[in-house]
């Protein structure tokens, strides 16, 4: 009822861990894998990189703004981490870098994972995310480079501030398995005692309720134009959440922000959903995109 077949994996349901939720923490991605129907890692170059100094991330009433600056290990010691574990649903391992060598690199050291996700959208680091994504030639060389090296699915991870739908285009078109969507999107807070920006990085990237609607729409108009899966992330919250993007055309969803609130938003999500399936006898890969007539 629940399972969705999203490019051959085979996932027990349509609900994945989104990049950089719980860090970059091996045993905390297996605990949310026994319910989620796979997992996103946090985003990893090849080099270790330090991230921004605190405050890095803030709690406002509608989700989180957050500037990490894709803080992680280097590639060989996070591959050798997680491959001490047996994940109990398909291991997605996000990407990030500046050209095709470093991903393709990045494909061999994670050659034990299920599926990978390239971040071509983080908002707030130089030359890497977002900056990547605007160039159009380049994530289309990058897509290319990636699907020579790898049997795997590769899935495209852009922003609704990017002219998305000819990013999306363009990935399809070299050979991306599906398109992610959406990233953060830029945002700030002020502290009107200090009159100063809370983020060291001034700003971050705004994510949670805040962002639904805008992410909704994204792939609303995705579902419309490409041939691959479409994956809607941002703001899902609840299991309503959950249906609006299937029937905007989300062949699986990404939660984030919603797993600051509660390490056991996928049972819940998971439970909610299948007692509306159950109750008005549907399956959830029979409801991929019906908003659209
Ligand atoms: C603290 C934090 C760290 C994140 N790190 C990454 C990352 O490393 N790579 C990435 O592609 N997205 C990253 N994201 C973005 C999320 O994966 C997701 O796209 C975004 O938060 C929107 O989903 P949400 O509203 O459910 O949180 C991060 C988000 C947060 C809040």
């Keep these: 009822m629940l399972e969705v077949n999203l490019c ?51 709690n406002w009433q509608c989700g989180l703004i957050n500037a990490i600056g894709l803080a992680s290990p280097s590639a060989k010691d996070f591959a050798a981490e997680l491959k001490n574990f047996d994940f109990p649903s398909p291991l997605i391992v996000s990407l990030y870098g500046k050209s095709k060598e470093e991903f393709t690199k990045l494909v061999e050291i994670f050659d034990f994972a299920n599926a990978f996700e390239i971040n071509l959208s983080c908002p707030h680091v130089r030359d890497a995310g977002i900056e990547i994504g605007r160039d159009l030639e380049l994530s289309s060389e990058i897509v290319k480079a990636m699907k020579d090296s790898t049997d795997k699915p590769v899935f495209a991870k852009i922003s609704a501030m990017h002219d998305y739908i000819k990013l999306a285009k363009v990935l399809e078109k070299a050979g991306a398995d599906g398109i992610t969507i959406s990233n953060t999107i830029p945002g700030m807070k002020i502290d009107i005692l200090s009159r100063r920006p809370v983020l060291s990085n001034i700003f971050g990237g705004v994510s949670g309720s805040a962002i639904k609607p805008i992410a909704l729409k994204c792939v609303y108009d995705l579902y419309k134009i490409l041939e691959v899966p479409v994956i809607g992330c941002g703001g899902i919250t609840t299991f309503e959440d959950v249906l609006e993007f299937i029937f905007a055309g989300s062949a699986a969803v990404e939660i984030g922000s919603a797993v600051f609130y509660s390490k056991k938003i996928f049972y819940s999500l998971k439970e909610s959903l299948l007692a509306f399936l159950n109750a008005n006898s549907l399956r959830i890969q029979d409801l991929i995109g019906s908003a659209h007539f």
């Design 8 to 58: 051959g994996l085979k996932l027990k349901n349509p609900l994945i861990l989104a990049s950089g939720i719980l860090g970059s923490s091996a045993s905390s991605l297996k605990e949310i894998a026994e319910d989620a129907g796979a997992v996103v890692t946090k985003s990893i170059g090849l080099e270790e990189r330090v991230g921004y100094r605190n405050p890095t991330a803030l």
